[in-house]
């Protein structure tokens, strides 16, 4: 099925480990994002890609990093857990830069932090 | 900057009640309009999109129009069903970002 495909769908880590949420898509998307959902504030932008070689950072990317080697992977990396960034992972991707067409999501990662 | 305000929740409805969800947004430029929906345990699905002003999005008995002058993208449905329980998210998007709101989770009961 074509679409946003995540994993793992759920992971516990100890404070300081690291770790890699993988994601990829197969729509031949140009425009790829993660983002995190914490109860009441909705989704905050972690760090996005326009295409494969190029990322940014967004709203909140302190703690995380990505890398864009292939059009259809966009990984994020929990470089030392902490307990703050228990959170529900969704990654998202379209095929507009402007976004006009809208986002197609993944079914989400659940990290918990302890 | 660009940021999307909805009313809180939860809403809870009685089936075949009529639905509106609110949200106005302020963005700079001329942003496209959505709104997700995200059911238990599932990533968000795009409901419907309006991408110029006066713009109305449609989908499922869903309905939102895009409203410049009142910088608003009020969501609605005539008759909500149970299967219609959900979270749902206004978004927009400006120069390559989208803004979430924080979501409104709606309880249909029957």
């Known amino acids: 099925n074509a679409g946003v495909t995540q994993t793992p769908k759920f992971q516990v880590l100890k404070t300081g480990q690291s770790m890699t949420l993988q994601c990829a898509q197969d729509m031949n998307h140009e425009y790829m994002s993660w983002y995190r959902q914490d109860p009441g504030m909705g989704l905050r932008l972690i760090h996005y890609?326009?295409?494969?070689?190029?990322?940014d950072q967004g709203e909140v990317p302190n703690g995380y990093n990505v890398s864009r080697s292939t059009t259809e992977d966009f990984p994020l990396r929990l470089l030392s857990a902490a307990p703050s960034q228990t959170s529900v992972y969704f990654c998202?991707?379209?095929?507009?830069?402007?976004?006009?067409?809208?986002?197609?999501f993944g079914s989400g990662t659940r990290l918990t932090v302890v | 900057g660009n940021s999307v305000t909805q009313m809180e929740g939860p809403v809870t409805l009685s089936e075949e009640a009529f639905l509106t969800i609110n949200c106005t947004y302020t963005?700079?430029?001329?942003?496209?309009l959505f709104w997700y929906v995200q059911y238990p345990g599932e990533g968000l699905q795009l409901l419907l999109k309006?991408?110029?002003?006066?713009d109305k999005g449609s989908n499922k008995g869903f309905e939102a129009t895009y409203r410049k002058e009142t910088t608003s993208f009020h969501l609605e449905k005539g008759s909500v069903q149970v299967s219609d329980s959900a979270v749902y998210f206004c978004?927009?998007?400006?120069?390559?970002?989208?803004?979430f709101g924080s979501g409104t989770k709606l309880n249909v009961k029957p």
């Open positions: 890609s326009v295409g494969a070689g190029i990322t």
């Open positions: 963005a700079t430029g001329y942003p496209s």
């Open positions: 978004a927009l998007t400006s120069f390559n970002k989208f803004y």
């Open positions: 998202a991707s379209s095929y507009s830069k402007r976004g006009s067409y809208g986002y197609t």
């Open positions: 309006a991408t110029k002003a006066d």
